[in-house]
């Protein structure tokens, strides 16, 4: 997964958790109530939601001994033990851990702020991967800025009414030297089959038509209104590079592989990316490690192209959330990348929002892609900062 990383022995490490669900005489009962029964190794909790019933039970079979937690429900199913340290830097952590999963539900282990309980998928270091339904032992590798709240380590095994249920044997959280690190964000990632052949239509295309500008993104990017581009767009000459789903490694390995500099050198790359990393649960340092590689990819193969970074838009209906509060932190990372020179940033975000925040149905009816509304906002708050751009010197 996106979050991290199998990968062999680093130095420098230091263990901030490590447990082992194999000794029955440290479990403990549960609180009845809220759905909740079972029991639970001394300093675990369940935190799951409350619209969701969860079973955990210390089981043994053929001399292992482990924790096996079930649910089903509408909300998350959720447990988690605090951490004794608080993250005061940027730190690099090994997550270990050995686990079977009968539904190959995914298993998302994070570490976050343990006073955000409305914000459960929101973590500051996370990994995901699907357990097999034999046992397998895992090593991921994630990382996260500096946040001196006191935090924990979650395990989210299901979500959405699916039954789910896992076994985990052992858990191990330890902190390893930063420089063993490399961001997932800023390794290039191939797509499916039909992405790439649409990637490779468009490559064609432009280097038929070469264009003045290319657009590169997600499906919001992808998703532009055929009335709205070919009025407002088209007429600069431009090829629309936006593939749904994409993330900042994605599209990396598009510029890896479109002959950017070579077959056609937009005078203006447009480039929208980020929120199905933030989706994926990256961590926020990781986007922005991310983002500032992927320009200067650009700059190699195309140093004489200009770029138009855009800010990531505003998600979820509400405002005032950590969504909301972590997407702007990101933002403004990417605003200083601009360098007044050869990279200019564009947040127009707030454009689509009510004074009191919301997100409207009229510019989005998901809280994420856009209406045609919405694109006719776009393209007025994008168009008069790319026309200026266009008009420079290559």
Known sequence: MLAGMCLGTVSGERTWLEQQFGDQAGYMPLLSG????????????????????????FVQENG????????????????MIPLKRQVTKTTAWRIKVKSRSPERVGLLMGIRQLDRPDEWDRFFASALFDPGVDWSEQEFLMRSGADPKPAALYLNFGLHGTPATLDIAWIKLEQIDADHYVPPTTR????????????????????KQQPSVIFLGDSITQGWNDAIWDREIAPLSAVNFGIGANTIQHVLWQVQNMELGESFTPKVV???????????VDSDIDIVDGMANLLAEIHKRSPRSRILLLGLLPQGRQGGTLRREELQTINRHYASMADGKRVAFLDFGAKFLDPDGTFPA?????????????????????????????????
């Open 362 to 394: 009229r510019f989005s009816a998901d809280a994420t892609h856009l209406t045609p509304a919405g694109y006719e906002v776009w393209a007025k708050e994008m168009l008069p900062a790319l026309t200026d751009m266009l008009k420079l010197k290559q």
């Open 64 to 79: 292992i001994g482990f924790l096996r937690a079930t649910g089903n429900g509408s909300g998350k199913l959720q447990f």
């Open 270 to 280: 447009v480039l929208m990316i980020g929120i199905n990393n933030y989706f994926h």
């Open 34 to 57: 809220l759905g909740r029964s079972g029991e639970m190794p001394l300093g675990w909790s369940d935190a799951s939601g409350p619209e969701s019933a969860v079973h955990y039970a």
């Open 188 to 207: 290039p990632l191939i797509r499916e089959e039909g992405a790439v052949a649409h990637h490779h239509d468009e490559v064609e295309l432009a280097r």
